[in-house]
């Protein structure tokens, strides 16, 4: 059932999609969406000689105040995102406080950072529920979205 995902992953470094925009592999929960974007990003990552920094959704927060720039470490570099939709709502830095992923992801949109990233969600329904109308309408054109289908493959 993942091959017809590893086929739109392939094309992707092709061209086929949006090359400019990330990917997002949304999909139920153990389908393999992690291990499937990890291996894709460590071949891509060799092909093209890139380096990015996967973090969980979750430790999002935690990583904006481990630095010395906080959250605009993260505006433009390629970075993968494990989860996304399960991180804290708010994040609090010395007084700032964050959207964690809506004020991210505004920039990251703007600048057209390449992201890649996992989720139990579909835009249209989970990610509009979470962050809103604006930033699941911009998620749409930044990311190439390919669903993975199937059952839990967790025994």
Same mark, same amino acid.
Request: charged share 30%.
């Given at each position: ?8 992953? =392939? ?9 400019? =925009? ?5 999909? =139920? ?16 990552? /060799? ?7 996967? /973090? ?31 991180? =804290? ?37 989970? /990610? ?14 930044? /990311? ?12």
């Amino acid at each position: 059932e993942q091959l017809a995902t590893i086929n739109k992953l =392939s094309e992707w470094l092709v061209g086929k999609y949006k090359p400019q =925009s990330g990917i997002l592999l949304s999909g =139920s929960v153990g389908t393999g969406k992690t291990t499937l974007m990890q291996a894709f990003l460590k071949y891509y990552c /060799f092909v093209y000689n890139k380096i990015i920094n996967e /973090f969980h959704a979750k430790t999002l927060p935690s990583e904006y105040k481990k630095r010395d720039e906080g959250i605009a470490y993260f505006y433009k570099r390629p970075i993968f995102i494990d989860d996304l939709g399960k991180e =804290s709502a708010i994040t609090a830095d010395y007084g700032q406080k964050y959207d964690t992923w809506g004020d991210l992801f505004s920039i990251r949109y703007e600048k057209k950072a390449l992201t890649f990233a996992t989720a139990n969600y579909k835009i249209e329904t989970g /990610f509009k529920d979470i962050y809103g109308d604006v930033i699941a309408d911009r998620m749409k054109e930044h /990311f190439n979205v390919f669903e993975m289908m199937g059952e839990s493959l967790r025994k």
